[in-house]
């Protein structure tokens, strides 16, 4: 409390010193203040709470982030989070309210207020009616609620509750609409996702059941169901259709997979046939077998093809050949005039060549794209093109990313590829054969044998902060990972952020390594070990040591060569979703593993593909994976059986 000044009207003197020591009483015993700390969470980037805090002397204020209340007098304070309201979404805090006391030159912290969603979401789908006709559905809730719809709508900032929503008949033209179910309730809890309350209407009296069978409990179906007047329904489990008109209905029941497992329609296709008040059934059963896959011939007459690439979502392919051109694919046919021609550029002798290309993050916006080529020289070079995005020729100039000295014809790598974190990542080999007689795998002093990240958003490249050798006297700034062959192809799993590298080994043994994307600093063992094996030394290779061993490798009298793939996330055989797929090149076979928990398991031989001598895999803009030769390119397809 502010102190009061003492009066200096004339008074006598005993007055006068009375009055003084009162005075210095109450400086010494005025009311201290205290702090009173508050805090917040839950709330989505970008939305500010709002709290009101209130107390003693009509003390009152309103915070929006975590603050410190200071200067308080004593006494208790009340704490109450208002709810907030982000576009469509309202947020409440808990405790709905408390009561903190704050003490003389106390601090005081209040509970943590934790917000979350108080809201909830309905979608009314309304179907079966002519275009132009509306439906009058009304829809009633809680606290009075009360809203009449005319055609499918969502209604957002509902309260939690039971809504009753009931449809009134529809006239149009010379018949009378009726829903199915007249009136239905639905419980809404507080959510971010919108439940939905279908209301569909017919304007006959049949009615068509439609069983489905024979799958797993958490596998869908896949089955369209039309009939007359444009009736068009997809359902992916049994289902009861009602006042459907007298007529001819179609079922077309599609192929569906779980994991590694096919499922297929017994019939795919039928027919049932109502006539006014009928009651049909028409059973659909799925029959399980294990997933087969096979190759389809996609494209011939290529030279020295080395692999396939496309930018998410484009239906054209582009296929890179080791001469030193990249060849545009169109519905199936090569387009006269190369996408890109360098081969004037590229050295193409023994191993060396243009290998692999990369699509920027944002191609669809500045239309940058990057090859993996070695030069004249026989330096391994990464080079970016400007392009047109969507453009059939490339016409642009090229700006060198990095060029690294190699000098030798083996183990030059040849793959490149942008990361889940948007930084470029490519993986020279180590640079000679055999047994990496410069040590170059081991030695980071040189970029070979390594996996390399950079980040090219800017031109000169610019090493990101977070790369392991920065700070390393003697190690090159720009390595991520050591200990590597010839890491021929590499790839990521955006889903799982896993980066799998597929290292082609010396005399003995052949590796799959998969690590997360963000660990970095790992030493994969070259020459140290070969696989999961020693070479150099044969014995104790590993002691005192911290080395990454390959979660698969397998030995020369099964094959000669890995060729490193990709993780399956295309959707035309959902039953391969997130199977890692391997081949090698002498035998031709092509494998697959799951990654769990850091082991491969599911581990699966696919006897209806052999493609001898294929060099790489490649994957489209829709995710789906292709098999490649030198002279030919196939898809990989399921088995129709």
Same mark, same amino acid.
């Given at each position: 409390?502010?102190?009061?000044?003492?009066?200096?009207?004339?008074?006598?003197?005993?007055?006068?010193?009375?009055?003084?020591?009162?005075?210095?009483?109450?400086?010494?015993?005025?009311?201290?203040?205290?702090?009173?700390?508050?805090?917040?969470?839950?709330? +989505?980037? &970008?939305?500010?709470?709002?709290?009101?805090?209130?107390?003693?002397?009509?003390? @009152?204020?309103?915070?929006?982030?975590?603050?410190?209340?200071?200067?308080?007098?004593?006494?208790?304070?009340?704490?109450?989070?208002?709810?907030?309201?982000?576009?469509?979404?309202?947020?409440?805090?808990?405790?709905?309210?408390?009561?903190?006391?704050?003490?003389?030159?106390?601090?005081?912290?209040?509970?943590?207020?934790?917000?979350?969603?108080?809201?909830?979401?309905?979608?009314?789908?309304?179907?079966?009616?002519?275009?132009?006709?509306?439906?009058?559905?009304?829809?009633?809730?809680?606290?009075?609620?009360?809203?009449?719809?005319?055609?499918?709508?969502?209604?957002?900032?509902?309260?939690?509750?039971?809504?009753?929503?009931?449809?009134?008949?529809?006239?149009?033209?010379?018949?009378?609409?009726?829903? #199915?179910?007249?009136?239905?309730?639905?419980?809404?809890?507080?959510?971010?996702?919108?439940?939905?309350?279908?209301?569909?209407?017919?304007?006959?009296?049949?009615?068509?059941?439609?069983?489905?069978? &024979?799958?797993?409990?958490?596998?869908?179906?896949?089955?369209?169901?039309?009939?007359?007047?444009?009736?068009?329904?997809?359902?992916?489990?049994?289902?009861? /259709?009602?006042?459907?008109?007298?007529? %001819?209905? %179609?079922?077309?029941?599609?192929?569906?997979?779980?994991?590694?497992?096919?499922?297929? +329609?017994?019939?795919?296709?039928?027919?049932?046939?109502?006539?006014?008040?009928?009651?049909?059934?028409?059973?659909?059963?799925?029959?399980?077998?294990?997933?087969?896959?096979?190759?389809?011939? /996609?494209?011939?007459?290529?030279?020295?093809?080395?692999?396939?690439?496309?930018?998410?979502?484009?239906?054209?392919?582009?296929? #890179?050949?080791?001469?030193?051109?990249?060849?545009?694919?169109?519905?199936?046919?090569?387009?006269?005039?190369?996408?890109?021609?360098?081969?004037?550029?590229?050295?193409?002798?023994?191993?060396?060549?243009?290998?692999?290309?990369?699509?920027?993050?944002?191609? !669809?916006?500045?239309?940058?794209?990057?090859?993996?080529?070695? !030069?004249?020289?026989?330096?391994?070079?990464?080079?970016?093109?400007?392009?047109?995005?969507?453009?059939?020729?490339?016409?642009?100039?090229?700006?060198?990313?990095?060029?690294?000295?190699?000098?030798?014809?083996?183990?030059?790598?040849?793959?490149?590829?942008?990361?889940?974190?948007?930084?470029?990542?490519?993986?020279?080999?180590?640079?000679?054969?055999?047994?990496?007689?410069?040590?170059?795998?081991?030695?980071?002093?040189?970029?070979?044998?390594? #996996?390399?990240?950079?980040?090219?958003?800017?031109?000169?490249?610019?090493?990101?902060?977070?790369?392991?050798?920065?700070?390393?006297?003697?190690?090159?700034?720009?390595?991520?990972?050591?200990?590597?062959?010839?890491?021929?192809?590499?790839? /990521?799993?955006?889903?799982?952020?896993?980066?799998?590298?597929?290292? #082609?080994?010396?005399?003995?043994?052949?590796?799959?390594?998969?690590?997360?994307?963000?660990?970095?600093?790992?030493?994969?063992?070259?020459?140290?070990?070969?696989?999961?094996?020693?070479?150099?030394?044969?014995?104790?290779?590993?002691?005192?040591? %911290?080395?990454?061993?390959?979660?698969?490798?397998?030995?020369?009298?099964?094959?000669?060569?890995?060729?490193?793939?990709?993780?399956?996330?295309?959707?035309?055989?959902?039953?391969?979703?997130?199977?890692?797929?391997?081949?090698?090149?002498?035998?031709?076979?092509?494998?697959?593993?799951?990654?769990?928990?850091?082991?491969?398991?599911?581990?699966?031989?696919?006897?209806?593909?052999?493609?001898?001598?294929?060099?790489?895999?490649?994957?489209?803009?829709?995710?789906?994976?292709?098999?490649?030769?030198?002279?030919?390119?196939?898809?990989?397809?399921?088995?129709? @059986?």
């Amino acid at each position: 409390m502010p102190i009061r000044p003492c009066p200096l009207a004339l008074m006598s003197l005993f007055m006068t010193l009375a009055t003084a020591t009162a005075c210095r009483e109450s400086s010494t015993t005025a009311p201290s203040t205290g702090q009173l700390s508050v805090s917040m969470a839950g709330l +989505p980037a &970008g939305v500010k709470p709002m709290v009101t805090v209130s107390g003693p002397s009509s003390f @009152r204020a309103t915070v929006d982030s975590a603050s410190t209340l200071m200067a308080l007098p004593a006494g208790d304070f009340t704490i109450v989070p208002n709810d907030v309201t982000a576009g469509t979404v309202r947020y409440g805090g808990t405790p709905a309210t408390q009561t903190v006391t704050v003490a003389r030159d106390g601090v005081a912290t209040a509970t943590q207020i934790l917000y979350g969603v108080t809201s909830t979401r309905l979608t009314v789908s309304v179907i079966g009616l002519p275009a132009g006709a509306p439906a009058n559905v009304t829809i009633t809730g809680p606290r009075g609620y009360s809203r009449t719809v005319s055609g499918s709508t969502q209604i957002d900032l509902l309260e939690p509750g039971t809504y009753t929503l009931t449809a009134a008949d529809v006239a149009a033209g010379t018949s009378i609409y009726r829903a #199915v179910t007249g009136t239905q309730q639905i419980g809404l809890s507080a959510s971010l996702q919108s439940a939905v309350a279908n209301v569909e209407y017919g304007a006959g009296l049949g009615t068509l059941r439609v069983n489905v069978t &024979g799958l797993p409990f958490d596998v869908p179906a896949l089955v369209d169901v039309t009939g007359p007047n444009g009736f068009a329904r997809r359902i992916t489990s049994s289902a009861v /259709f009602g006042r459907l008109e007298a007529g %001819t209905y %179609t079922l077309a029941a599609a192929v569906v997979g779980s994991v590694l497992t096919t499922h297929t +329609p017994t019939p795919a296709r039928r027919t049932v046939v109502l006539t006014g008040s009928d009651t049909a059934t028409a059973p659909v059963a799925y029959d399980s077998a294990p997933l087969q896959l096979s190759l389809q011939p /996609f494209l011939g007459g290529l030279t020295q093809a080395v692999f396939l690439s496309a930018p998410p979502g484009d239906d054209r392919q582009f296929v #890179v050949e080791r001469g030193g051109r990249i060849k545009l694919v169109m519905n199936g046919a090569v387009q006269t005039t190369p996408f890109l021609d360098i081969s004037s550029r590229v050295n193409n002798q023994g191993e060396r060549g243009m290998l692999g290309m990369a699509w920027d993050p944002l191609y !669809a916006a500045n239309g940058w794209f990057y090859v993996f080529y070695v !030069a004249l020289n026989g330096n391994v070079v990464v080079e970016r093109f400007g392009s047109t995005p969507g453009a059939n020729v490339s016409g642009g100039a090229g700006t060198v990313v990095i060029s690294i000295p190699h000098g030798g014809s083996e183990h030059h790598g040849g793959m490149v590829e942008f990361g889940p974190d948007g930084m470029l990542y490519l993986a020279p080999g180590d640079g000679a054969c055999c047994g990496d007689p410069k040590n170059n795998a081991q030695n980071l002093g040189t970029l070979l044998g390594k #996996v390399l990240r950079i980040d090219v958003r800017t031109l000169p490249y610019r090493i990101p902060a977070d790369n392991p050798f920065i700070a390393q006297g003697g190690a090159l700034p720009e390595i991520w990972a050591f200990g590597l062959r010839s890491p021929w192809r590499f790839s /990521f799993d955006r889903p799982t952020g896993t980066l799998y590298i597929g290292d #082609v080994g010396q005399d003995a043994r052949e590796e799959v390594n998969a690590v997360a994307a963000q660990t970095s600093g790992i030493n994969y063992g070259w020459p140290y070990t070969e696989g999961t094996a020693c070479y150099n030394p044969a014995v104790n290779c590993t002691v005192g040591r %911290t080395l990454t061993l390959p979660v698969l490798d397998y030995s020369h009298a099964d094959g000669c060569s890995v060729i490193g793939g990709y993780v399956y996330r295309g959707s035309a055989i959902p039953e391969l979703a997130g199977h890692y797929l391997y081949a090698d090149f002498c035998r031709g076979w092509v494998r697959s593993f799951q990654l769990n928990n850091g082991r491969a398991t599911e581990l699966r031989s696919w006897n209806g593909i052999s493609l001898p001598f294929s060099n790489s895999f490649g994957r489209d803009g829709a995710g789906e994976l292709y098999l490649i030769s030198s002279s030919r390119i196939s898809r990989i397809v399921r088995t129709v @059986r």
